[in-house]
């Protein structure tokens, strides 16, 4: 159980409400309170949501115990009652109303003990619906699967048949289910093997068999015998204990190869083929043009204002709609063209129709079929646009990653403004390739670090529950010749294949180290956040070398927290793992960065033991309006302090945010809304006190 209560307390006293939500809080929960003083109220308030709990005041002239109860099982809720009152109350009456006890408003430590004790068995019957919730559906989903399995499985209690599946029965040439049930199972042992299986069941039964499995021969209803190969294992059916036998049929052993192949290359969410199937498709594609077997086309697409549409069905509506899009795409190609799931948002195609004019009209065509389309979500109609960039895989084709380049270019020039275009890639005479514009990249960031054009920015991260000290953000950013800053994400990519990010991470360290060994001057409860690239994951002398400038800085190693994305941690897991295992005997603390987007967040932090998560920021859209977002950094919050960790809420916009991050636990928060990044160290911390 968790300790945050929902209550509704009904009372029209206000100061002995108040009382009443600060002794539960002293209880050690975490309350959110609604208050009702009339029937109206009550209806409107349990239209919302379900309490946990009700606290419900005997002498409220509008809105008795009775109607409390009454109105709480007519809403659908089900919410236990704890009545309260100043004067002589009968306890029994109160209880034989429904409520779950009865308490003096003086006496504070029994209201403690009774909302600790009412909102326990609350929580664990909740747990037991749903978990009985989930045993009803796995006892359908287990008989669901027995009788579309083509094993043949049966039950048998006592040598006597109990239950047996399709196969089974067609196995053996039963009719029905009423033909077998009682049935011996020696009736189906061919005379000869009779005595190996009682042998067999006999010491099995006693626990003397450990072999689980059995060569025989079985025969049928029509004597004719076969040899099998039965499985044995201890099972239940409706309660009662029994032996699973299971014949297995090996012809299937093929089928199931065939879609294990088949699932690995899908994707799971939209059933199209997954990146990592079609980028393979795509280098042969682009190998059989180079050597004059035929030229095709490589589209990119993209849904546009994704962002708006996921603020408007949530996280998991927007999955639908990825879905939807993907089955028209999947529906309006031709026969042979590969469609695939790329990303997020984000899908391609290789389609035959290569030649210009051809080309054009089948992406106006896939255009037309989405924009046309409109999708049911959770009771909401969503349309949308694609953008999408053609590039033409023909002998002229440098290689794959640069065909994707180009057609990612075309892409992003469809998307500009609007959207809903179709842009098809026109080579340029002496256009750089990919190599060329990282090289350019390289170098304007060697020129900038020439010119001392970098320049380090600080953004507060503010504890949202009063913990002491300072912490900051550290930014990046280049100044190009004319003054103007350039964000990391137009550069990093280049140096990071140019193999300059070390370079650069080295250059933040060193500095962002020496403005915070000023800083600790003054405020020794000072603590910096920097963000690492890859190049320091694939550099063995980065652990050492941070260590060593920790200490020319004479800064305690706890005043530095590193941080990496989730994307550079997946990629390099097992350099990320030594590099923090490293960090851990610094004592040097490390941030795992856009945090909790992936099926399952929880499953990287055994392997990189991080001390702050940083919720991803897709789960910050509309945090205040969106109950499903609010539920998944609640539930990410709750995880994470379950294993200890601290919970930083980035890219926060709304004032009205705080006090929603605040009741879901957040420790942290970061955003526009406290400071944007500035040169300055300059956040005055008390005013979140």
């Known amino acids: 159980m968790d300790n945050v209560l929902r209550l509704i307390i009904v009372e029209d006293n206000l100061n002995d409400a108040e009382m009443m939500i600060s002794t539960i809080k002293g209880a050690g929960f975490a309350v959110r309170a609604d208050r009702a003083v009339t029937s109206d109220e009550l209806e409107t308030l349990l239209k919302k949501h379900t309490p946990d709990l009700v606290i419900c ?62 909102a326990t068995c609350q929580s664990q019957w909740r747990q037991l619906k749903q978990l009985e919730s989930a045993l009803r559906e796995t006892d359908r989903r287990c008989k669901t699967l027995l009788q579309s399995s083509r094993d043949a499985i049966a039950y048998v209690h006592e040598g006597m048949h109990i ?56 025969r049928d209803t029509h004597d004719k015998e076969f040899k099998a190969n039965i499985e044995f294992s201890p099972a239940t059916i409706d309660g009662e204990p029994c032996t699973q036998i299971l014949i297995r049929d090996q012809a299937n052993a093929k089928e199931l190869e065939q879609q294990l192949n088949y699932l690995s290359q899908r994707d799971l969410l939209t059933g199209l083929f997954n990146r990592q199937h079609f980028i393979e498709q795509l280098g042969s594609k682009v190998g059989a043009a180079g050597q004059g077997q035929g030229n095709t086309a490589l589209v ?59 080309l054009s009209a089948y992406m106006t065509k896939l255009l037309k079929a989405v924009t046309d389309s409109i999708f049911e979500v959770e009771g909401k109609s969503i349309t949308c646009t694609i953008s999408s960039g053609a590039a033409i ?52 960031i060697r020129e900038a670090l020439k010119d001392n054009r970098l320049r380090l920015l600080y953004q507060p991260i503010v504890s949202l529950h009063g913990d002491p000290g300072e912490r900051y953000e550290v930014y ?59 190049g320091s994951l694939q550099d063995p002398g980065a652990l050492p070398w941070v260590a060593e400038k920790l200490k020319e800085a004479r800064l305690p190693a706890e005043s530095l927290v590193l941080e990496m994305k989730e994307e550079t941690i997946l990629k390099y897991l097992k350099q990320a793992k030594e590099f923090v295992n490293g960090l851990k005997q610094i004592k040097c603390a490390f941030a795992l960065d856009d945090f909790g987007a992936g099926l399952d967040p929880f499953q990287l932090l055994k392997h990189v033991n991080a001390d702050y998560l940083k919720i991803d920021r897709g789960f910050m859209q509309n945090i205040t309006g969106n109950q499903e977002n609010q539920d998944t950094v609640k539930s990410l919050t709750d995880t994470a302090h379950t294993h200890n960790k601290l919970i930083v809420a980035q890219f926060v916009e709304d004032p009205n945010a705080l006090s929603v991050l605040w009741g879901m636990g957040v420790n942290y928060i970061q955003g526009s809304f406290l400071q944007d990044p500035s040169e300055e160290l300059n956040y005055d911390f008390s005013s979140m006190g």
């Not at 190996?196 to 060569?215: C, V």
């Not at 795409?329 to 129709?353: C, Y």
């Open 57 to 118: 005041s005997l002498k409220v002239p509008g809105l008795s115990l009775e109607q409390t109860i009454t109105g709480i099982r007519d809403a659908g809720r089900s919410a236990p009652v704890i009545a309260v009152t100043d004067t002589d109350a009968d306890v029994i009456d109160c209880m034989q109303l429904g409520a779950a006890d009865l308490v003096r408003k003086n006496q504070t430590e029994h209201l403690k003990l009774v909302v600790s004790r009412t």
């Open 163 to 218: 239950f047996a599946n399709e196969s089974y029965l067609e196995l053996f040439g039963y009719a029905g289910l009423d033909d077998v049930e009682g049935t011996p199972i020696m009736d189906m042992v061919a005379p000869n093997d009779q005595n190996k299986m009682k042998d067999f069941l006999r010491n099995y039964a006693k626990g003397k068999e450990q072999k689980q499995e059995l060569d025989i021969t079985l």
């Open 300 to 358: 990119e697409i993209v849904i546009d204002k994704f962002e708006d549409i996921k603020g408007i069905v949530g996280v998991s509506g927007s999955d639908l709609v990825i879905a939807d899009v993907g089955k028209t795409l999947a529906q309006s190609a031709n026969e042979g063209d590969l469609v695939a799931r790329m990303d997020g948002p984000n899908f391609a195609i290789i389609t035959r129709h290569w030649e210009k004019d051809a």
């Open 393 to 444: 895989i023909d002998e002229n084709t440098p290689d794959a990653n640069e065909l994707v380049a180009r057609a990612e270019a075309a892409r992003a020039e469809a998307a500009q403004g609007d959207g809903g275009k179709s842009v098809i890639y026109q080579p340029k005479a002496g256009e750089m390739t990919q190599k060329q514009i990282d090289e350019q990249w390289g170098e304007v």
């Open 476 to 534: 990046l950013r280049l100044l190009d010749k004319d003054g103007n800053a350039v964000s990391p994400n137009d550069f990093l990519p280049s140096a990071e294949r140019t193999n300059m990010a070390k370079g650069l991470d080295r250059w933040v360290l060193i500095n962002a180290l020496k403005k915070l060994a000023e800083r600790r001057k003054t405020h020794p409860d000072t603590i910096f956040f920097i963000k690492l690239t890859a």
